[in-house]
């Protein structure tokens, strides 16, 4: 079921439907606050829907296959082997998103795996450097401030997709009373 989101007329001088017409208080006022609980609750859908169960679930990978993980490391530490080069690390970036810049899979990235990423790095870095610097953490990968640019980008509009074809416009239940002239009117 979509996420429904009540019609406003008024709330907006960008959007009213008669430029002429400045809205009665109370009915300018009831679209705004149901504008605001539109935008809270949409917010509260999306991480309910997307942002949670994917960090909840967080490097899942990592438990499931964790014989492959411990190659992975043999394969790296002992055989001289590139850790990115193992078929550990390739099924991680394939199946889970916040791996947002090395990330092979079928969906799209949004910003929400954006900010699972960021805790990831944040949290790997303070528990696994002397310094904390997450910022290491890309470079050392071998990505570039245009390739986080280009992330950004991508997950910005997949994010605006995400929530317009999980939404739908409802009539509104506030009572649309017209309002004073601005006597700008050209009638």
Not at 56 to 69: A, C, E, G, N, R
């Amino acid at each position: 079921m979509k996420f429904q989101i009540k019609r406003s007329t008024t709330a907006d001088t960008r959007m009213t439907n008669n430029k002429n017409i400045v809205p009665d208080r109370d009915v300018l006022l009831a679209e705004s606050r149901q504008h605001s609980s539109d935008v809270i609750n949409l917010f509260h859908y999306f991480l309910r829907k997307e942002i949670i169960p994917d960090v909840s679930t967080h490097d899942w990978t990592k438990i499931k296959y964790i014989d492959l993980f411990l190659d992975n490391f043999k394969f790296q530490l002992i055989d001289g082997g590139k850790f990115k080069d193992h078929k550990w690390w390739k099924k991680h970036v394939n199946e889970e998103p916040h791996h947002a810049l090395d990330y092979t899979g079928a969906r799209p990235i949004h910003l929400g795996h954006v900010l699972h990423m960021l805790c990831d790095w944040v949290a790997a870095g303070k528990a696994r450097s002397k310094d904390g610097n997450f910022v290491m953490t890309f470079k050392r990968d071998g990505h570039t401030e245009d390739d986080v640019r280009s992330l950004l980008f991508k997950a910005f509009l997949n994010t605006i997709d995400w929530l317009n074809s999980n939404t739908s416009v409802v009539k509104s239940e506030v009572k649309a009373e017209s309002g004073v002239s601005n006597g700008n009117s050209k009638s």
